[in-house]
């Protein structure tokens, strides 16, 4: 016989008795994921709790499968952290939290979805093209859909936040979103600007931060060590961290406010920020919700300005 949590009250059922109706054997219900009910309470998650939420969502379901005291060690908490946060999302203990991903686990190596082979790039017959669109709409749907909506939430409301001053930095790659997302800010709020890249400059800015600025980092693996140093000291100084990372998470998470996290793996020597950019596109259609009225105001003052 079969034990697992109950999602809505931690109590047990057992899943060896069907349901039937008229007769007939009914479909079990289909329970939430582990992951979904953790992004679910994600806004109720505080301090350390919320440490072990990302860190098993960062590389979930692994993570939740190795015992409480290693998932501690990677979120960076104590053990009995890890206990009070399987309470907190419904499970009276951390084995029982165990056993429901255990469970996961076990049906989803037996869905047909699973067995779907990544296209061999090497065959002659191998349409590039299809095979992109598989992938990058794959990533996409996957980011969008497994997106924390508490982060996105608080990402949006800092980011819309009249009274903080947003900068954006990115690394060697990335660096292009932080300047896409610039871009869109500028259009609809003042106080917005992208982090300097020359030194003296990017000196001066470090040092004006404080608590009433907003950093949004983009670093994606591999994690650019002057990108984690600036993040640690605007947070150090004050300032709120939001990161656009991948489900790995750069070592900005620590520090980060707000964590984003994007599906950048296809079948390509390098790693896509296809997903990352509908993710900034997301953020930015959620900030002129936000802003309301006050986007098309500014809009149309900007284009009323002479050119001359």
Excluded: C
Excluded at 21 to 38: H, I, T
Excluded at 68 to 77: H, I, N, P, R
Excluded at 105 to 129: F, N
Aim: proline residues 7%; aromatic residues 4%; charged residues 25%.
């Amino acid at each position: 016989m079969e034990i697992v949590a109950d999602v809505t009250g931690g109590r047990v059922a057992d899943t060896d008795e069907p349901h039937r109706a008229g007769g007939r054997r009914a479909r079990p219900p289909v329970l939430p994921s582990v992951a979904d009910q953790v992004r679910d309470r994600l806004s109720e998650l505080r301090g350390a709790e919320l440490k072990v939420a990302r860190a098993l969502l960062a590389e979930y379901p692994g993570a939740g499968l190795e015992p409480a005291t290693e998932l501690a060690a990677k979120a960076g908490v104590s053990a009995p952290t890890v206990l009070r946060f399987a309470g907190r999302i419904g499970y009276p203990s951390y084995p029982l939290l165990q056993q429901a991903i255990i469970r996961e686990v076990q049906e989803q190596l037996g869905s047909p979805l699973r067995q779907i082979a990544r296209p061999d790039r090497t065959s002659p017959d191998h349409d590039v093209a299809e095979g992109a669109s598989a992938a990058f709409s794959a990533i996409v749907a996957t980011t969008l859909d497994r997106l924390p909506r508490a982060e996105l939430e608080r990402a949006v409301e800092l980011i819309a936040d009249p009274k903080l001053s947003v900068h954006t930095v990115g690394g060697r790659f990335s660096r292009t979103l932080a300047t896409y997302l610039a871009t869109h800010l500028v259009l609809l709020r003042q106080k917005v600007g992208q982090f300097p890249d020359a030194e003296l400059e990017r000196k001066a800015a470090r040092l004006d931060l404080g608590r009433r600025d907003v950093l949004v980092v983009f670093d994606f693996r591999r994690y650019d060590a002057d990108i984690i140093e600036l993040a640690r000291d605007a947070h150090a100084r004050g300032a709120q961290v939001v990161l656009f990372t991948d489900i790995w998470m750069s070592p900005v998470a620590d520090v980060a406010r707000v964590v984003l996290p994007a599906q950048v793996e296809v079948p390509s020597p390098f790693d896509s920020l296809v997903a990352a950019a509908a993710l900034v596109e997301l953020v930015v259609e959620a900030v002129v919700q936000n802003l309301g009225t006050r986007v098309p105001r500014r809009l149309s003052e900007i284009e009323s300005i002479d050119p001359r």
